[in-house]
T-cell receptor, first 116, second 115 residues
């Protein structure tokens, strides 16, 4: 029973480098999302998807790209990393999709990213 | 868009005692859901309790209960018989219906449980 799996758990990047945070869920959830967590800021929504082929922006989308080619996977791409993107990133999924999202999310364990 | 405010950055409680964490929210929608999530030191977020705005009865899950005051837009979490394992960050969150699939979180309250 894997749930939501995020890789890598830790990553150090240099400014300007690119990378992809992977997220996979095996629960056949329609809804998937990415949050970043910063001290004193709580969790802020970056991007979300209500189903394969559909993505939309959250509160803080700048500097991040996403795609949803399958139901299971929702990778988060940093094209040119900046120190301001140093954070802990969480992927979360939910069974509900566009029909009626009640917000009950299942979270991955998080990925700590440091940009030097 | 909705907003969620947690005014207590940190709280502490003695083991076996009761503690209440505060949360206020603001939304113009009439149909919404409220949540409390727990984040232990292991970092993984876990749903503690959920409240539907259309329900007048306060939600309860074992030692966890909420005090939902719709008119005041208040949603506090009460933890009874606190245990050492309750030590964690607690986040209040809100989602509105009607086309928005965005769950908005407060900034969190760090709960310490003293033995």
């Amino acid at each position: 029973n894997a749930g939501v799996t995020q890789t890598p758990k830790f990553q150090v990047l240099k400014t300007g480098q690119s990378m992809t945070l992977q997220c996979a869920q095996d629960m056949n959830h329609e809804y998937m999302s990415w949050y970043r967590q910063d001290p004193g800021m709580g969790l802020r929504l970056i991007h979300y998807s209500v189903g394969a082929g559909i993505t939309d922006q959250g509160e803080v989308p700048n500097g991040y790209n996403v795609s949803r080619s399958t139901t299971e996977d929702f990778p988060l791409r940093l094209l040119s990393a900046a120190p301001s993107q140093t954070s802990v990133y969480f992927c979360a999924s939910s069974l509900e999709g566009t029909s009626y999202f009640t917000g009950e999310l299942f979270f991955g364990e998080g990925s700590r990213l440091t940009v030097l | 868009a909705q907003t969620v405010t947690q005014s207590q950055p940190e709280m502490s409680v003695q083991e076996a005692e009761t503690v209440t964490l505060s949360c206020t929210y603001d939304t113009s929608e009439s149909d919404y859901y409220l949540f409390w999530y727990k984040q232990p030191p292991s970092r993984q977020m876990i749903l503690v309790i959920r409240q539907e705005a259309y329900k007048q009865q306060n939600a309860t899950e074992n030692r966890f209960s909420v005090n939902f005051q719709k008119a005041a837009k208040s949603f506090s979490l009460k933890i009874s018989d606190s245990q050492l394992g309750d030590a964690a960050m607690y986040f209040c969150a809100c989602i509105t219906q009607g086309g928005s699939e965005k769950l908005v979180f407060g900034k969190g309250t760090k709960l310490t449980v003293n033995p």
